[in-house]
């Protein structure tokens, strides 16, 4: 059993190059960056009552970061503090993440691999899936692995898209074939998953719902907002009991 989709992998690898290109193919995690660092951090400061105002306020929690792509996130997560291991399965990605923490000074742990094969079970604090079980092959395997690696009392965050008529429209017609924000064929509406339905695989392995919170662009100002509305893109975090 493995998550791997081959196809998946391939899809990205090709486009690798151009993660750090903020004008590129990955121009839309960019805009959305902000917004997922700044609800990650809400709730995971909140979690765990850590000062907001402390320098480096994610210092001494270990962070994994699964699907890490180039290191939008793990970059970040790392000048906040926090000691973050990036894994993905592509490792033409995991090349592009070195190189460019490498030219930043970042000390990130960077490895291709996927969860499951992963051996510091119970070893980290806050576990992010951002963007990435839409991709996966297996997901009950994935979320279980997941499950393995998080401390007891631990926090993850997983954010994907809703599967709905509105989210086929935006995510798929809208951002891939009109806008052209994401190369055609980046996702697959049958993969989606609905909030319902993810929460429900992660009550089953005992995960606790923390916080439930929908993110919406908005074309005027081109920003993206937290919003009770989930019908497309969604975040969930959840602790492991």
Same mark, same amino acid.
């Given at each position: ?5 081959? *196809? ?6 090709? +486009? !690798?190059?151009?993660?750090? *290109? ?11 960056n902000p917004i997922r660092i700044e609800h990650i951090l809400d709730i ?5 009552? +850590? ?7 994610? @210092? ?14 793990? @970059? ?8 973050? =291991? ?14 460019? !923490? ?7 742990? %960077?490895?291709? =691999? ?16 951002? @963007?990435?079980?839409?991709?996966? /092959? ?16 631990g926090l993850m965050f997983t954010a994907t898209i809703n599967r709905t ?6 995510? +798929?017609?809208?951002?891939? %074939? ?18 319902? /339905?993810? /929460?429900?695989?992660?009550? *089953? ?10 993110? =919406? ?5 081109? @920003?993206?907002?937290?919003?009770? *509305? ?5 975040? +969930? ?5």
């Amino acid at each position: 059993m493995s998550t791997i989709n081959k *196809d998946e992998i391939n899809k990205f690898s090709k +486009i !690798a190059d151009e993660w750090w *290109d903020i004008n590129g193919k990955f121009k839309p995690l960019h805009m959305f960056n902000p917004i997922r660092i700044e609800h990650i951090l809400d709730i995971t400061l909140n979690y765990f009552k +850590i000062d907001k105002n402390k320098k480096l306020p994610l @210092e001494n929690l270990k962070i994994l970061d699964i699907g890490c792509g180039g290191g939008l996130i793990s @970059e970040p997560m790392s000048r906040l503090g926090a000691e973050v =291991t990036g894994v993905d399965a592509s490792d033409r990605n995991i090349q592009v993440a070195k190189l460019h !923490a490498k030219k930043n000074n970042l000390n990130i742990n %960077y490895l291709n =691999t996927v969860p499951e094969n992963l051996k510091q079970k119970g070893e980290f604090d806050v576990i992010l899936n951002l @963007e990435v079980i839409e991709h996966v /092959e297996n997901l009950d395997l994935y979320l279980a692995s997941c499950y393995g690696l998080l401390k007891q009392g631990g926090l993850m965050f997983t954010a994907t898209i809703n599967r709905t008529f509105t989210s086929y429209i935006k995510a +798929i017609l809208g951002a891939e %074939y009109i806008l052209r924000w994401l190369p055609i064929g980046t996702h697959d509406w049958n993969k989606f998953i609905k909030p319902e /339905e993810l /929460e429900r695989k992660l009550t *089953d392995l005992k995960f606790s719902i923390t916080n439930s919170s929908g993110l =919406t662009y908005n074309p005027i100002f081109q @920003e993206w907002k937290k919003t009770k *509305d989930m019908s497309v893109n969604y975040i +969930i975090a959840v602790e492991k009991n």
